[in-house]
């Protein structure tokens, strides 16, 4: 069991920054995989960034350029810098984990997510 909790979100100017940060507890050793999501009122649940356990990294093209994902093992945190930030940024963020679980399976970890609102 794996339990995620996000933290860093807040209401910022268009342009702005923000950090965001996800701290992992329980079994964090079967994590091989985290990333962060997001979703709009009314839109579905979208992936921002992700990062695999050799700190492989891909981003949605809507952010790409602007945020940046990383990971501290040591600290079992995961961060999102985001900067010049747009109001279509406005969401809810989630942290997700992917962990083994077992021989041949692996269970999909959700935070309870954090308010990003980009506005003037």
């Known amino acids: 069991q794996v339990q995620l909790v996000e933290s860093g979100g807040g209401m910022v100017q268009p342009g702005g920054s923000l950090r965001l940060s996800c701290a992992a507890s329980?079994?964090?050793?079967?994590?091989?995989?985290m990333a962060w999501y997001r979703q709009a009122p009314g839109k579905q649940r979208e992936l921002v960034a992700r990062?695999?356990?050799?700190?492989?990294?891909n981003y949605a093209d809507s952010v790409n350029g602007r945020f940046t994902i990383s990971r501290d093992n040591a600290k079992n945190t995961m961060s999102l810098q985001m900067n010049s930030l747009k109001p279509e940024d406005t969401a809810v963020y989630y942290c997700n984990a992917i962990g083994g679980t077992g021989w041949d399976q692996e269970s999909d970890y959700w935070g309870q997510g954090t308010q990003v609102t980009v506005s003037s």
């Open positions: 329980g079994n964090i050793f079967s994590i091989y995989s």
């Open positions: 990062i695999s356990a050799g700190d492989v990294t």
